[in-house]
C-alpha cells in the first residue's frame, strides 16, 4: 500500500525560501516507471500542477509559473521527494500536494494513483 506525507509547509514572508517534503512508503519494483508530481490548490481554486520528476530517468519538468523559483529533488535512499521553493509571493499561498502514479500528462491530476493529504504553505 503506497503512502506520501508532506511536510514542511509553513508561514513565510514575501521574497523567502521553503523545503517541502513528500516521505514515500510502499512503493515496489514495479513501480519503477512511477511519477512524482507537486501539485497545489489554493482556496476556491482548482489544483495545479507544479513540478514532476521521475522514479527513475526523466524530468524534472516545471510548471511556467513557477520555473527557475521551485526545484523539484529526490533522495531515493530516504524515499522522498522534496520541493525546494525560493522567492516565494503572496499568490504561492496554497495547500502543496505530492502525487504518485504513471500519469500521460504530468500536469494532470488524472493518472496519480496516490496523494497525500497535503501541507499548507502561507506568503504574505
Known amino acids: 500500500h503506497v503512502q506520501l506525507v508532506e511536510s514542511g509547509g509553513g508561514s513565510v514572508q514575501a521574497g523567502g525560501s521553503l523545503r517541502v517534503s513528500c516521505l514515500v512508503s510502499?512503493?515496489?519494483?514495479?513501480?519503477?516507471?512511477?511519477?512524482f508530481g507537486w501539485f497545489r490548490q489554493p482556496p476556491g481554486k482548482d489544483r495545479q500542477g507544479l513540478a514532476a520528476?521521475?522514479?527513475?530517468?526523466?524530468?524534472?519538468y516545471y510548471d511556467d509559473s513557477v520555473k527557475g523559483r521551485f526545484t523539484i529533488s529526490q533522495d531515493r535512499a530516504r524515499n522522498t521527494i522534496y520541493l525546494q521553493m525560493n522567492d516565494l509571493k503572496p499568490d504561492d499561498t496554497a495547500m502543496y500536494f505530492c502525487?504518485?502514479?504513471?500519469?500521460?500528462?504530468?500536469?494532470?491530476?488524472?493518472?496519480?494513483?496516490?496523494w497525500g493529504q497535503g501541507t499548507q504553505v502561507t506568503v504574505s
Open positions: 502525487a504518485a502514479g504513471r500519469p500521460r500528462d504530468w500536469a494532470g491530476e488524472r493518472g496519480y494513483n496516490f
Open positions: 510502499g512503493l515496489t519494483y514495479t513501480m519503477s516507471e512511477y511519477r
Open positions: 520528476i521521475y522514479r527513475f530517468g526523466k524530468g524534472p
